[in-house]
């Protein structure tokens, strides 16, 4: 039934009803396909961003600057997901990190260390490429059932789909040895010789060099919802929207300003003395280190949808709300899938049909059908 929706979807898109049928055929179109149907918002990447110090030109971003889905920022360079599941990467290269390997294809994550960058791909494994001096971009086999990434100054982590936690790499302050029980995890960050991971029951776990208490996490240790590592400091979103920080805090990256209410994500980076928030009214907060400009978001600080700190510069992702493409069964292109593309269906089925009583044969009247079938005025004569 749902070939057969897609066939006669490509035919009104082409200008011809196909095969109209009796209206019981809407029906029960309509109804078989109804547990599949649901609104999809399909988003385009937007454009990207960056403040900060461009000594490396980690500031200019390639052109096109559009269709980007994540960003991630080095030290004094970045990354860019694009739409179509490529990386681009721009400013120092001196060790390979902005060259990404080939087939530059399928990812659907990115991560930046100081002068290492990971890529997840669609499939669960991991490509990493840059500085490998301490095999930080050399994955442990099996490279598979990956879903989250994060590099640190030396060291590398990957999250597994059972909630295990594998890290390579620099080792020398004991970054990459989890702590047992190794299960649990839903998400993952790495600083300069420390690491974080975040159970699901929204406590985090920290290892590693702890010289500035930046795995000393504060209580009560509940509540977390993300995790971001800095140089040598730490961060947690709450499920409030607060922020909690803690480690190194020489230039107020723990500081958060007031209000610390409203945020929904957070970042920062391995090389870097400041802090993101990225608030729910779209924009940027930034705290910190400022020599450079890397915390004072241009303007018009609003319509941001992703953030990342690097070293000495800052990168916003944009959101663009326009479709990406044409989803299956979209046929009044509003971005999603639901039941009045059915009816719009229904109708040039049925448009030239005069030997039944349709009564009103309207979009609104098939909506109304569907939700309530029973209805006696949707039986027909």
């Known amino acids: 039934m749902i070939t057969e929706f897609h066939q006669e979807e490509n035919a009104m898109r082409s200008g011809s009803k196909g095969n109209r049928c009796f209206f ?13 149907v649901f609104s999809i918002p399909v988003y385009a990447g937007g454009d990207i961003m960056a403040w900060g110090t461009n000594w490396s030109g980690e500031l200019n971003v390639p052109e096109p600057n559009t269709g980007f889905r994540a960003i991630a920022a080095g030290r004094n360079w970045s990354l860019g997901l694009k739409a179509n599941g490529s990386i681009v990467g721009w400013g120092d290269n001196i060790n390979g990190q902005c060259d990404v390997p080939l087939p530059n294809t399928n990812f659907r994550a990115v991560a ?91 406590s985090i776990v920290a290892w590693g060099s702890n010289n500035y208490g930046q795995c000393t996490v504060p209580l009560p240790n509940v509540n977390f919802t993300a995790i971001a590592c800095g140089l040598h400091h730490s961060l947690g979103l709450k499920t409030d929207g607060s922020i909690v920080c803690w480690g190194y805090n020489g230039y107020g990256q723990c500081n958060v300003p007031w209000p610390n209410t409203g945020f929904t994500a957070i970042s920062s980076n391995t090389g870097a003395l400041h802090s993101l928030g990225l608030k729910a009214n779209g924009s940027i907060i930034g705290w910190g280190d400022n020599s450079y400009g890397q915390r004072t978001v241009p303007s018009p600080n609003t319509g941001f949808a992703a953030i990342a700190a690097g070293g000495s510069h800052s990168l916003g992702l944009k959101k663009v709300d326009v479709c990406e493409y044409n989803l299956d069964g979209d046929l009044n ?36 059908c569907i939700e309530e079938p029973f209805n006696p005025a949707c039986v027909l004569k």
């Open 112 to 202: 930046a260390g100081y002068s290492h960058a990971l890529g997840l791909k669609s499939n669960g494994s991991i490509a990493a490429w840059g500085n490998n001096v301490h095999n930080q971009c050399t994955v442990p086999l099996p490279n598979t059932g990956f879903v989250a990434i994060a590099g640190g100054e030396l060291h590398s982590l990957g999250l597994k789909a059972d909630g295990s936690i594998v890290a390579w790499g620099y080792n020398g302050y004991g970054e990459c040895n989890v702590p047992e029980p190794n299960t649990g995890f839903t998400a993952v960050a790495a600083g300069e010789c420390f690491s974080l991971g975040l159970k699901t029951d929204g």
């Open 333 to 368: 292109d509003d971005c999603k899938v639901d039941f009045y593309d059915l009816a719009i269906m229904g109708n040039s089925w049925l448009a030239d049909y005069d030997m039944y009583d349709l009564k009103i044969l309207t979009t609104d009247w098939l909506i109304d």
């Open 24 to 36: 019981i055929t809407v029906v029960s179109v309509c109804f078989s396909i109804s547990v599949f």
